[in-house]
């Protein structure tokens, strides 16, 4: 599951592409400094107050949205995959996770507001944010007041654990995000390494990504080219279209999240039908395995199935 900014629209949230308001009034100092200035680590050292402020406007519209049912018919599909799954999103707003998306099974290629880091930094690490930034008022509707967020170890300034877009921002710790990398890198790995690779149909869920930012794709592509039986559904309202060796393996849906998400959980339980089946699979030594699976799975999905079941390998 590949999601961009387009996921959240239906929460309330903005697209990158209309980053002038998220969920309520837009951040006051906007309309002086646009979104791909502003989204800079260097306000952090020249104007910490500045940078705070747009921040912590930010943080409260991700944590006042609740995200939409669309993550949970996600989640539901995901349940079924009897390979597991995972979800790689440039999103920082946490919205996978408060939906209940497993913490082990994501990637935030663009960090989270969830977590801090130095502003320097001191060291790698990272830590949880707060529910709540307090912040004293300030004359100045594009600046905060009073005290400021600090590292918890060198005492210095702090800041959102986040991959800042207006700079190459040198300064982001990558530390969480290279170990949810190389837990996904090691998930990948195991089902490039099957006997039936090849046969194996791994399906790419992309949801609300364009090109604007365009690292969601680009990992699209890369997923595509390594597993020759992936599939492709891509769901953008815009930016639908798919290039010539995508078109053969995949298809496009120019709706909001949602709307598609709803569309194909309701197509998808009509061709599912509503019985299973028990399944008896007995190998050459007469051993027999036992596994409940809708009547239309094929076979490889039976036998994947009952290796998660069993904690086996075929």
């Given at each position: 599951v590949c999601t961009g900014s387009g996921m959240g629209v239906d929460s309330g949230?903005?697209?990158?592409k209309g980053l002038a308001s998220m969920n309520g009034p837009s951040w006051p100092g906007l309309s002086q400094t646009p979104y791909e200035e502003i989204c800079s680590s260097r306000w952090f050292e020249e104007e910490p107050e500045r940078a705070w402020s747009f921040w912590d406007h930010s943080a409260k519209s991700f944590s006042s949205a609740a995200p939409h049912p669309g993550y949970d018919l996600v989640q539901k599909w995901a349940q079924e995959a009897p390979l597991g799954h995972y979800c790689f999103t440039s999103n920082f707003d946490g919205h996978w996770l408060r939906a209940g998306w497993p913490e082990d099974q994501v990637v935030?290629?663009?960090?989270?507001?969830?977590?801090m880091q130095c502003s320097r930094p001191c060291m790698s690490a990272t830590w949880p944010a707060p529910d709540k930034f307090r912040f004293a008022s300030s004359e100045r509707q594009d600046r905060v007041g009073g005290r400021l967020p600090k590292c918890q170890w060198c005492g210095r300034g702090a800041r959102p654990n986040v991959k800042m877009f207006g700079s190459n921002d040198a300064q982001f710790s990558k530390h969480r995000l290279l170990a949810q990398i190389s837990r996904y890198d090691n998930w990948l790995r195991e089902i490039e390494g099957r006997?039936?690779?090849?046969?194996?149909?791994?399906?790419?869920?992309?949801?609300?990504?364009?090109?604007?930012?365009?690292?969601v794709r680009q990992h699209i592509e890369m997923l595509m080219a390594r597993f020759p039986g992936a599939r492709l559904i891509r769901i953008n309202p815009d930016e639908f279209d798919l290039n010539e060796e995508e078109t053969k393996r995949g298809v496009s849906i120019p709706l909001s999240a949602l709307q598609a998400l709803q569309g194909?959980?309701?197509?998808?339980?009509?061709?599912?039908?509503?019985?299973?089946?028990?399944?008896?699979?007995?190998?050459?030594?007469?051993?027999?395995?036992?596994?409940?699976?809708p009547q239309v799975a094929c076979v490889f999905h039976v036998l994947n199935l009952l290796e998660r079941q069993e904690d086996i390998k075929l």
């Open positions: 949230l903005s697209t990158v935030e290629v663009f960090g989270s507001l969830s977590h006997d039936q690779n090849g046969l194996l149909r791994l399906v790419c869920l992309e949801v609300g990504s364009g090109r604007t930012v365009p690292t194909i959980d309701k197509r998808w339980q009509i061709q599912k039908g509503p019985s299973s089946c028990r399944f008896l699979i007995k190998d050459r030594n007469n051993n027999f395995g036992e596994v409940i699976a």
